[in-house]
């Protein structure tokens, strides 16, 4: 569980940048390279960092629990002086590999976020905008506007996920959220992929007909 000591130990980037005057700082972060099915997803956000706007709990999406995330989205939401959230499907990502199909989505993010920030920290991806991007290893971990960002990316593409368990429900999707696990591997074994599968991720479990 993040104490307040975790929460205030992430602003090191974001207080070095307002030291020297910049006051709209971004952060980036991506869900869903990994996954077999669902989009990636990815969100910017731009939050206040004055200290009595600092939301207390905010840490790398990964180490939350569900409510505890759930919780703490709709909090950034409501603080943030601006968001934005792009998406790309299972299709496009097949087209252009996940790689490409993260940085268009983290462009997009920067190009239409309603605030034009200042510089954006991205947690360990490089992208060409028209502001300074730092790129931090393990940023979501390390940068209090990263995590933010991670967690709004998690919640989203969660609840996207969820909605797909009800229209396929034989994949597990509301549990696994589209990644491999033993239970969802065997079922495109089974039955074959849904239309939400990335063909470029499953080859090897499906036969050559169902791709």
């Known amino acids: 569980m993040a104490t307040r000591h975790d929460t205030m130990t992430m602003l090191e980037y ?12 971004g952060g980036i972060d991506e869900v869903g390279r990994g996954p077999l099915a669902g989009p990636v997803v990815v969100a910017c956000v731009i939050m206040p960092l004055s200290t009595e706007d ?3 709990g905010v840490n790398d999406s990964k180490k939350l629990s569900e409510k505890k995330r759930e919780q703490l989205y709709d909090l950034i939401l409501d603080k943030a002086i601006a968001y934005r959230i792009e998406s790309m ?17 983290m462009k997009r993010c920067v190009d239409n976020i309603e ?25 979501d971990a390390k940068s209090y506007s990263i995590a933010c960002a991670s967690i709004v990316a998690k919640v989203y ?5 969820q909605e797909y368990d009800a229209i396929y429900p034989q994949y597990g999707f509301a549990s696994n ?26 080859k090897n479990f499906v036969s050559a007909q169902e791709k």
């Open 54 to 56: 600092i939301i207390l």
């Open 177 to 202: 959220k589209g990644y491999g696990s033993a239970k969802h591997i065997e079922a495109i074994k089974e039955i074959g992929p849904c239309p939400i599968h990335r063909r470029s991720f499953i």
């Open 157 to 161: 593409r969660d609840r996207l996920m």
């Open 89 to 105: 499907d299972e299709k496009e990502i097949d087209q252009i590999n996940i790689l490409q199909a993260t940085k268009t989505c």
């Open 14 to 25: 974001e207080k070095a940048y307002l030291a020297e005057g910049v006051t709209l700082i």
């Open 115 to 139: 605030v034009k920030p200042q510089v954006v920290l991205i947690d360990a991806v490089n992208i060409d905008v028209d502001c300074k991007v730092e790129s931090i290893i393990k940023g």
